[in-house]
Nanobody, 120 residues
Framework: QVQLVESGGGSVPAGGSLRLSCAAS????????MGWYRQAPGNQRELVAT???????NIADPVKGRFTISRDSAKNTVYLQMNSLKPEDTAVYYC??????????????WGQGTQVTVSS
């Protein structure tokens, strides 16, 4: 079982910045891909950014150039730096991690979500 703890959400005015963190814990052998998704009210959950175990990042077009994803593999932690925030970035942001457990079970886990609110 892998648990994810997210932090860093909040309320900012348009143009502001936030940094989200997501730390994974549990009986982990290896973590492969890590990523962030978001869901606004009335919308489906959508991809924001992912990063592979070797640091290759994939950023969704709506946030490209404003958001950066990074990871600290030694700490099993993934970060999302969000700059130049817009009201349309308002959503609940979820962390997702793909892993292999100590018992060689593959799986993925979701965080509890953290609210990001951007005011105009």
């Amino acid at each position: 079982q892998v648990q994810l703890v997210e932090s860093g959400g909040g309320s900012v005015p348009a143009g502001g910045s936030l940094r989200l963190s997501c730390a994974a814990s549990g009986t982990i052998f290896r973590i492969s891909a890590m990523g962030w998704y978001r869901q606004a009210p009335g919308n489906q959950r959508e991809l924001v950014a992912t990063i592979t175990s070797v640091g290759v990042a994939n950023i969704a077009d709506p946030v490209k150039g404003r958001f950066t994803i990074s990871r600290d593999s030694a700490k099993n932690t993934v970060y999302l730096q969000m700059n130049s925030l817009k009201p349309e970035d308002t959503a609940v942001y979820y962390c997702n991690v793909h892993y292999v457990s100590a018992s060689w079970t593959r799986g993925d886990s979701w965080g509890q979500g953290t609210q990001v609110t951007v005011s105009s």
